[in-house]
């Protein structure tokens, strides 16, 4: 099995001490913190992700938070080996001009580009971008837009008059090099073809490891019916690792206790008209109650109790973060999307912490440490 990567989180709604809440489904448009989302703060993020060995920094996308593209683009130039995970939408930008997009910024950043196609859950989230389609009419825009996209990385020209797709004698003058990693999520029954035809890496969220195992069959076997091998998988969670598992349960209480109950319920009451699949599946591990967040061997469940999106942290000592990491390897993750709050100091425990318990396992090398080739010449369309 492929060696573990890992990756973190750039917080560009800011960050806290506190867990922050906010983001997708949720009745908050904007989410903040004790720390804005600085260029200088997201900056000390990535330089630290990056010294610490995470390949990449994941930067979210909606109108609660910063521009994935443009922050991610300024960060570039703050540091030298991470790369950027940009999350961005197919329906609100045309297919060429994001595959268009993608060589530019590989060429910028000498191929720091990774991109995770975010198809939209929410409809009232996408209806204040303009777009008015429906969940699976939106699954079926991103199968158009992700084979436009593939088709003018491999230097093709392109027509294409789909059910919601239309472009004529598209075509890109350079070619992106490499060509970027599309990372995708969905737990919809529409997810799966799209998944299967188009990714590399597919997402999810962080579930009880029985529960991920079946996802990933299903992606599985969606990539047989589609003729392709699977995709890589990958895990989005939050992470909670201390020297001894008192410590780290203790500073989940602390994180729970700061929690106005108000808060909670306005927040599920939001999460509750959700269109997302994988957001129900959140919900479910905790049913917006306190009572039991531990819904299974060191995972817990009270970060969805505020926060869209990715609900569940690792919480436990470094040696027990490390055995669930490598109980979830064994299902067949290979990548690690990770964060904590504060992102900064969390890293830091984490990296520290568990990282050197990896590679000592044999799962995981720093990408300094390894030894890459020589970069070829950028290609260029025929």
């Known amino acids: 099995m492929a060696p573990l990567r890992f990756h973190w989180f750039l917080p560009t709604y800011g960050d806290s001490r506190y867990l922050v809440g906010g983001g997708h489904g949720t009745a908050v448009t904007a989410a903040g913190g004790d720390r804005p989302a600085s260029i200088g703060y997201l900056s000390q993020i990535a330089r630290a992700a990056e010294q610490l060995g995470f390949e990449a920094a994941l930067t979210p996308t909606g109108a609660w938070c910063e521009d994935a ?30 595959a268009q997009m993608a060589a530019t910024y590989q060429r910028h950043t000498e191929g720091r ?31 158009e837009f992700l084979t436009v996209v593939r088709r003018l990385w491999r230097g093709e020209r392109v027509t294409l008059a789909g059910k919601h797709i239309h472009v004529v004698d598209a075509a890109l003058d350079r070619l992106p090099h490499p060509v970027p990693d599309i990372y995708f999520g969905g737990s919809s029954p529409a997810a799966g073809g799209v998944a299967a035809r188009h990714v ?101 469940a009270g970060v969805g109790l505020v926060r869209g999106g990715a609900g569940t942290a690792l919480v436990g000592s470094h040696s027990e973060v490390a055995d669930r990491i490598a109980e979830y390897h064994a299902l067949g993750i290979e990548e690690f999307v990770l964060s904590g709050h504060p992102h900064l100091e969390e ?36």
Request: no cysteine; hydrophobic share 45%.
């Open 69 to 98: 593209w443009l922050t991610t683009a300024v960060l570039a130039r703050e540091s030298e080996r991470l790369k950027f995970l940009v999350a961005f939408r197919p329906g609100l930008v045309s297919p060429t001009l994001a």
């Open 200 to 300: 590399d890496v597919y997402l999810t969220w962080g579930e009880p490891p029985a529960a991920v195992a079946a996802k990933l069959d299903w992606i599985r076997a969606e990539a047989v019916a589609a003729g392709r091998p699977a995709p890589r998988f990958g895990i989005r969670l939050h992470v909670i690792s201390r020297d001894t598992a008192e410590q780290a349960w203790a500073e989940a209480e602390r994180l729970l206790s700061a929690i106005d109950p108000a808060t909670i319920a306005a927040v599920q009451q939001g999460l509750s008209r959700s269109g997302s699949e994988g957001q129900r599946r959140m919900r479910a591990l905790h049913e917006g109650s306190t009572a039991s967040l531990e819904v299974a061997p060191n995972l817990w």
């Open 113 to 143: 580009l990774l991109l995770n196609v975010v198809t939209g859950g929410e409809d009232h989230e996408q209806r204040a971008y303009g777009d008015h389609l429906g969940k699976d009419e939106r699954y079926e825009r991103t199968d």
């Open 347 to 382: 890293a830091y425990w984490f990296g520290e912490g568990v990282l050197p318990l990896l590679r000592r396992r044999g799962l995981w090398r720093h990408p300094a440490d390894l030894t890459e080739a020589p970069a070829a010449a950028i290609p260029f369309a025929h």
